[in-house]
């Protein structure tokens, strides 16, 4: 099963914002549903039913308090004039959210898993596929703009299952702020 540790955005004014974003931009690039937005804290990619039992139960050690991030601007990765990623920054619980990270890489590392690169707290709104030019007058509108915050209270461990309309993301386990 391919598998990733995430903080799922849910509240539902951050998601009404991005959703009105998502229809402005007028690009050649795949939304990401609303229903799938998420941090991701640590992609762990294809792992055995056992291995998932192995990982929930590190991930049940893990203790943190609740947070709030705020959602502020839009952005590309690598850059807006190549861009392959649309994404919103946090203003605020992005240090937090990245402290998160770290302790799901320290609870998973005894079982071999590592992060290929530190995490950047971004919340990915558009993947794209094929070469579509600089979309730095499409975005640069929205550098500033804010979406909202949203308190976090839970990560989840999920399995994801990719399909010709889209990922099918479900959950195999969660862990609640203490």
Sequence with gaps: MRTFVAVEITDGTVL???KKVQSEIKIPAKP???HNMHFTLMFLGEIT???AKKVQAQLDTI???SFDIGFIGV???PKPKFPRVIWI????GGEKLVE???????KLAPLGFRSDKPLKPHATIFRIKNKTGDITDQI???SSTKFGTQKVSSIKFKQSVLTPSGPIYSDIGVINAK
């Design 63 to 65: 203790q943190f308090s």
């Design 89 to 92: 920054g946090l203003d605020q």
């Design 75 to 77: 952005s590309a990765f």
């Design 100 to 106: 998160l990270a770290k302790l799901v890489e320290e």
């Design 32 to 34: 990401v549903e609303i």
């Design 49 to 51: 039913e056992e291995m």
């Design 16 to 18: 009404d914002s991005i």
């Design 140 to 142: 640069s509108k929205y």
